[in-house]
């Protein structure tokens, strides 16, 4: 009968030493991975994501007394990700057809949660609301965004109305709408508050450019207001973009009239184009071989800029 080898205790001792230093190795590097994400993440930027047709939506649909919800998307992205909005030079797909697709890639290894979110409301630089929403915990995914639904409470509808309206006389159908504060994340045990701030400029009623001036001028002397027969010289009209993202364009009409005639003697039509917050000049030209007096119509669509202002006489 083989005799029993007793383990020295020294031996297992010197095990279990072992396998707490191994526990400890395996579990301080991965506590100082978590550590290190942590850290990363308070690095991050949260984007906040509305679209202008998702605010030009919720707008109208405040104005005309519904309780809409608004859809944002969060995403988690390198501190220098920008989520500005840049010049728009040309309508929008929303304006024509209401539909704008979204892509997007963060980045991050670790995958963060995301709860409560804190935000604060401005039309036009007046806050309208501030709330704090109790979301879930949910994990930001890294191929799309997070959808968060919100109802806002806007208490006091007057006054949106106002600002509303009186932004869409000022700026040509658009609206300054800005969204800031901070979102609750979380990493396993760790939590830290991430700020945001995003603003939109959506168009809530048909845009338009506006209408500043309008003269004969003649090719050689300027601004006149007779001219001689077979003479050349064009109706000039100055325009104004009001919108301060938008490109505006528009199929602008000229006509010219002999008074005391209700059909054009010229018709002219031109495709203006003027950038955001910016003025245009365009001009029509013009030749008249019979004399009398001349007047002139100038139309964008059905909107009537400017008519019978001005009488050029023609001798």
Request: hydrophobic share 40%; proline share 5%.
């Amino acid at each position: 009968m083989p005799e029993e080898k007793l383990i020295n205790r020294d031996e297992v001792r010197g095990l279990l030493l072992l396998v707490l230093l191994f526990v400890s190795v395996v579990g301080g590097r991965q506590l100082g991975n978590y550590y290190a994400s942590y850290q990363e993440m308070t690095q991050l930027k949260v984007l906040f994501e509305v679209t202008e047709e998702e605010l030009s939506g919720y707008i109208n649909s405040m104005i005309n007394g519904q309780n809409p919800e608004l859809e944002i998307g969060l995403v988690i992205a390198s501190p220098n990700m920008d989520n500005s909005a840049g010049i728009v030079t040309s309508t929008p797909d929303y304006v024509n057809r209401w539909l704008i697709g979204l892509t997007v890639s963060p980045l991050v290894v670790n995958q963060p949660e995301a709860s409560e979110v804190e935000l604060e409301m401005l039309v036009e630089e007046t806050v309208v609301d501030e709330a704090l929403y109790d979301f879930p915990k949910e994990k930001i995914s890294y191929i799309a965004y997070t959808d968060r639904f919100m109802s806002l409470d806007i208490e006091d509808l007057d006054e949106f109305r106002s600002i509303v309206e009186a932004s869409v006389e000022e700026y040509g159908g658009e609206v300054k709408v800005t969204f800031r504060g901070k979102v609750h994340m979380h990493l396993l045990f760790l939590d830290t508050w991430l700020p945001y701030e995003v603003t939109r400029y959506p168009i809530v009623s048909a845009p338009y450019l506006g209408y500043v001036d309008s003269g004969w001028v003649s090719f050689t002397e300027g601004e006149v207001s007779s001219m001689s027969v077979d003479e050349g010289g064009y109706v000039v009209v100055d325009f104004r973009n009001p919108t301060r993202l938008h490109s505006l364009r528009e199929e602008v009409t000229c006509q010219i009239f002999h008074i005391g005639e209700e059909e054009p003697v010229l018709t002219i039509s031109k495709i203006v184009n003027v950038p955001p917050s910016t003025d245009g000049q365009y001009t029509f030209s013009f030749r008249f071989e019979a004399p009398g007096d001349y007047v002139y119509r100038v139309m964008s669509g059905d909107r009537l800029l400017v008519e019978g202002e001005q009488v050029l006489s023609v001798e």
